[in-house]
């Protein structure tokens, strides 16, 4: 995946891109975003992340979701969150008054509760404008629900994952014997992957909207093989 996300980038002019990553719950997403923008040089963000931290935030202060007074509650806590840089440009650990709190947004209490914060109105216009500022300065690759529809509609690049663990793991398989194949020092055109081919067991859809304009496009403007 870091490889083909890769090679589609390179295609672009050189100036930092925003890129929206999508997909259902496991379908790797946040894998396959961290390692391309490790390769690239580019942050990462799972905006998941910055949910689970109002969450934690909010049981920490007892604030109850179906409460009248809720809404205002925890649209307060967004200014106390940051998300901090691990290092290799991945914003994977959070912190709340300079304390790093990333071991505790991922307790069972939090993974319990946080479908019922995400899922007020007023938290999610509130995170809304925290995501799109976070992708302002560019060169960063986003996950999360709604990215490249809701949250970051016209990001240069958006993709969409929905590989099933089955899917990933049989392609893995296969993965060492093609590379023997292909690691001689000039390899045969059949090993470079062809930027309008979608890896069929892996069922990536992608939108090119900078380049093409309509989806389904490669950056050739020719549609992608199924």
């Not at 302002?136 to 240069?156: E, F, H, K, W």
């Not at 292909?182 to 059949?190: F, G, K, L, M, N």
């Amino acid at each position: 995946w870091a490889a083909f996300i890769l090679r589609v980038m390179q295609t672009a002019e050189a100036r930092g891109l925003v890129v929206a990553l999508a997909g259902p719950a496991s379908s790797g997403k946040s894998s396959v975003g961290a390692a391309a923008a490790a390769q690239l040089g580019y942050r990462f963000c799972d905006t998941g992340l910055l949910y689970r931290a109002v969450t934690w935030l909010a049981l920490r202060r007892e604030i109850d979701p179906d409460d009248p007074e809720a809404p205002s509650a925890l649209v307060s806590l967004v200014p106390e969150v940051q998300l901090l840089d691990v290092g290799d440009g991945r914003l994977a650990h959070v912190a709340v008054d300079d304390v790093d709190e990333t071991v505790e947004v991922h307790v069972p209490e939090v993974d319990a509760a946080v479908s019922a914060v995400a899922r007020v109105p007023e938290l999610r216009a509130a995170l809304l404008e925290r995501q799109r500022a976070i992708a302002a300065g560019g060169r960063i690759i986003m996950a999360g629900r709604d990215i490249g529809t809701v949250v970051l509609p016209g990001a240069d690049l958006k993709l969409f994952l929905d590989a099933s663990v089955e899917d990933v793991r049989a392609e893995l398989v296969r993965l060492p014997t093609r590379a023997e194949r292909c690691s001689t020092a000039s390899p045969q055109p059949s090993c470079r992957m062809n930027p309008r081919t979608r890896p069929p067991s892996w069922h990536l859809a992608s939108w090119f909207m900078g380049w093409t304009g309509s989806p389904s496009h490669g950056t050739d403007g020719a549609p992608f093989s199924s």
